[in-house]
């Protein structure tokens, strides 16, 4: 069963995006099948295997989405980001700036999907493996 308690403990070791497939893993264990984070605030939504829901505080002050949205631009702030050359606040702001209203984590597809201000799919990221033996 998924508590908010977990979920931070999950997240505390997240950095960067090199982290992301690991607390992926981690959070997948702890019986979550999907998450909505909402560029704008920061606020998650976490969904576990049972129905439950679990709604985060903001994690920061409004960002403004850009209303155009640019997938190459998206694509590099993705590709930065696994490089772990950008934290995640950094991200969140190339990603607002790349007209991206929020993401969706699958965790049983294994895929983060970007949409944006309209609803559209921007991009469908396949989320890296992680070394499970580590």
Known sequence: MITEQRLKAAHINVKTGADF???IYEIK???????EYIVMDGIAIYFDEHGQ???S???YEPLVIANQSSIPRLRLAIALH???QT????FCRQAADAGVENWVID????????YDLAGNKMIAEPIPQFNYAS
């Open 21 to 23: 497939p690991k607390y």
């Open 29 to 35: 264990r702890l019986g979550l099948m999907r998450y």
């Open 53 to 55: 829901r679990i709604v």
């Open 57 to 59: 505080e903001p994690m």
């Open 82 to 84: 696994q490089l772990g």
């Open 87 to 90: 934290d995640f606040l950094a």
């Open 107 to 114: 965790t049983q597809k294994m895929l983060c999907i970007y």
